[in-house]
């Protein structure tokens, strides 16, 4: 599973946040409990003093050192349920002004080993949701969402088989595709006509493979090529974050790429366009390509190359039916 830089740095930046708030909110109502019962700033005092004087003695040697020890650990032992009743008489659970860690898997590390720790996880799962509902609408475009009432049940005389009976087929296609998502697993192209579904789709798919962990990108193509093009010309905007965008859409787990072909054709975009899907296929990265033109259309706009890798490594689904956009506007 490849973490998306960029995402990652917002989720540390939370957690770290996260972190020093709670060590500020701890503090804060250790001095107002002092404030009222100071004999129990005085018990935490004794406290740490008894474990250094416990240290002391079991480094001095000497004497019975284990006899020693065994007094200090009762006079503790003291200490603490003293200390925890008079925090709970002040109405307090009595661990409430201890520095232990939210997260007792990592100790508040954020990583066990190298691996980040759960918790870390589910802020950079928020924090991916949150980048992709720049794009997306991941509450309402989510395959239970999805209606097959616009598609109609009349059989197509040239296949026998009605748009809606087609469609339902590219649904399971697609759910099962976010369902077993593994990076390198699968690659989809969908294509047809605007307003049939693709980007609805590919927005479900980006949603649940995120859901799951997985570093996910969408885009549209005329915002992948132009993170290339800033980067290589620094043409407009920061260059290096347009780098680093240009390098997310290589190496995250899934790549949608939205409405190829709306981008302008120009060597620059072709080669780009080519880049992407030659470096994730070598690299065992899947993509999801969504476009209005199909693999013929594609090899004469763009190369017989990115044709290929499309037909070749990608599993097409083909989007038939009505303009959807049109009927709903029609229903008012």
């Known amino acids: 599973m490849a ?12 957690y770290e946040e996260a972190g020093r708030l709670r060590s500020e909110n701890t503090r804060r109502l250790r001095g107002k409990i002092y404030g009222r ?15 250094a004087e416990a240290a002391a003695v079991a480094l001095r040697g000497g004497g019975d050192p284990e006899k020693a020890v065994a007094a200090i650990q009762e006079k503790n032992l003291a200490y603490q349920e003293e200390r925890a009743r008079r925090i709970r008489a002040l109405g307090y659970p009595e661990k409430c002004i201890d520095d232990a860690p939210a997260c007792p898997k990592c100790n508040d590390r954020g990583y066990v080993g190298t691996k980040p720790c759960d918790c870390l996880m589910q802020l950079y799962r928020e924090e991916q949701r949150r ?10 475009e ?12 009349q059989p197509d005389p040239k296949t026998g088989r009605s748009p809606r ?3 339902e087929m590219v649904w399971h296609s697609c759910r099962h595709f976010a ?3 593994e990076p390198g697993n699968a690659n989809l192209f969908l294509t047809g006509a605007p307003g049939l579904g693709k980007t609805f789709l590919s927005a479900c798919i980006a949603g649940l493979v995120s859901e799951k962990g997985y570093s996910v990108v969408y885009d549209t193509a005329v915002n992948v090529v132009s993170y290339f093009e800033d980067a290589r010309f620094g043409r407009r905007g920061d260059p290096e974050e347009a780098e680093a965008d240009a390098k997310r859409c290589l190496r995250c787990d899934l790549l949608i790429l939205d409405d190829l072909g709306t981008e302008m054709n120009t060597s620059f975009s072709v080669s780009t366009i080519y880049e992407v899907l030659n470096t994730r296929l070598r690299e065992g ?13 594609i090899e004469r706009r763009y190369s017989p190359q990115i044709a290929s890798r499309l037909a070749g490594y990608y599993g097409e689904l083909k989007f038939y039916g009505n303009d959807i956009r049109k009927q709903i506007k029609a229903e008012g």
């Open 3 to 14: 973490l998306d830089g960029k995402i990652l740095r917002r989720a540390l930046e939370r």
């Open 37 to 51: 019962d100071p004999r129990i700033g005085e018990l935490d005092a004794l406290l740490r003093a008894s474990v």
């Open 131 to 140: 980048e992709l509902s720049r794009l997306l609408d991941l509450q309402g």
């Open 142 to 153: 989510n395959f239970g969402a999805f209606r097959l009432r616009y598609y109609s049940d």
């Open 165 to 167: 009976k087609h469609m």
């Open 179 to 181: 369902e077993t998502f």
């Open 285 to 297: 990265k899947s993509t999801v390509v969504s476009s209005n033109l199909g693999i013929e259309e």
